[in-house]
């Protein structure tokens, strides 16, 4: 099974602030990887899918990077609607697989 | 508009059963993959299993090796609905579980979510 780490665990940082969160996978996963946002006590929403495409609507504070074993999530001037939970997903097409990172905390 | 909705909060008691559902609407529910994840108590997110509702042979319904033998999933395409099932609950399956569509093409990511459905397991 392909493993999914981030880092870091959790972070602080301030307004206007520039935030990269790594996601590495066990293998090569080629730009089969999407990173989702979940507020607290809310439902997680799609941010990036493909590795580096934006989903219709998102900010475009938000961007990706990466491919193959190494991606990364960045926020390029962090706002308070930014905290959150931020995950990394594997996936392929057929059957769906999938495998989520640990999530990196967020904070202001 | 696509909409997953779920159904309502669950209190069972170890060892009973239940079956909470997932309603699409707003799009061909046959045409995209539903998954199930679970997220338990200040935890993260956990991918439990995939169905395709257009062929929801059990046979080709993917499981996470985490849940396999655990929980069932099925759908009904007739009435637009996905389920999640288990058969004797234990405590530790108290968390949130959301249903997530697959975006349509080769790429499945969660593109919409249900609203979640809080399951818990108290004797």
């Known amino acids: 099974d392909i493993q999914m780490t981030q880092s870091p665990s959790s972070l602080s940082a301030s307004v206007g602030d520039r935030v990269t969160i790594t996601c590495?996978?066990?293998?090569?996963?080629?730009?089969?990887?999407?990173?989702?946002q979940q507020k607290p006590g809310k439902v997680p929403k799609l941010l990036i899918y493909d590795a580096s495409t934006l989903q219709s609507g998102v900010p475009s504070r938000f961007s990706g990077s990466?491919?193959?074993?190494?991606?990364?999530?960045?926020?390029?001037?962090?706002?308070?609607?930014?905290?959150?939970?931020?995950?990394?997903?594997?996936?392929?097409?057929?059957?769906?697989l999938f495998t989520f990172g640990p999530g990196t905390k967020v904070d202001i | 508009?696509?909409?997953?909705?779920?159904?309502?909060?669950?209190?069972?008691?170890?060892?009973?059963?239940?079956k909470i559902s997932c309603k699409g609407s707003g799009y061909s529910f046959t045409s995209h993959w539903i998954g199930w994840v679970r997220q338990m108590p200040g935890k993260g997110l956990e991918w439990m299993g995939s169905i395709y509702p257009g062929d929801?042979?059990?046979?080709?319904?993917?499981?996470?090796p985490s849940f396999e033998g655990q929980?069932?999933?099925?759908?009904?395409?007739?009435?637009?609905?996905?389920?999640l099932q288990w058969n004797?609950?234990?405590?530790?399956?108290?968390?949130?579980?959301?249903?997530?569509?697959c975006a349509s093409g080769g790429s499945c990511y969660f593109d919409y979510w249900?609203?979640?459905?809080?399951?818990?397991?108290s004797s």
Do not use: H, M
Request: charged share 15%.
């Open chain 1, 66 to 96: 990466g491919s193959g074993t190494d991606f990364t999530l960045t926020i390029s001037s962090l706002q308070p609607e930014d905290v959150a939970t931020y995950y990394c997903q594997k996936y392929n097409s057929a059957p769906p």
């Open chain 2, 71 to 83: 929980v069932t999933i099925s759908a009904d395409k007739s009435i637009s609905t996905a389920y």
């Open chain 2, 114 to 121: 249900g609203q979640g459905t809080q399951v818990t397991i």
């Open chain 1, 24 to 36: 590495r996978a066990s293998q090569d996963i080629t730009n089969y990887l999407a990173w989702y």
């Open chain 2, 1 to 18: 508009e696509v909409q997953l909705v779920q159904s309502g909060a669950e209190v069972k008691k170890p060892g009973e059963s239940l």
């Open chain 2, 88 to 101: 004797s609950l234990k405590a530790s399956d108290t968390a949130i579980y959301y249903c997530a569509r």
């Open chain 2, 56 to 64: 929801s042979d059990p046979r080709y319904t993917p499981y996470s």
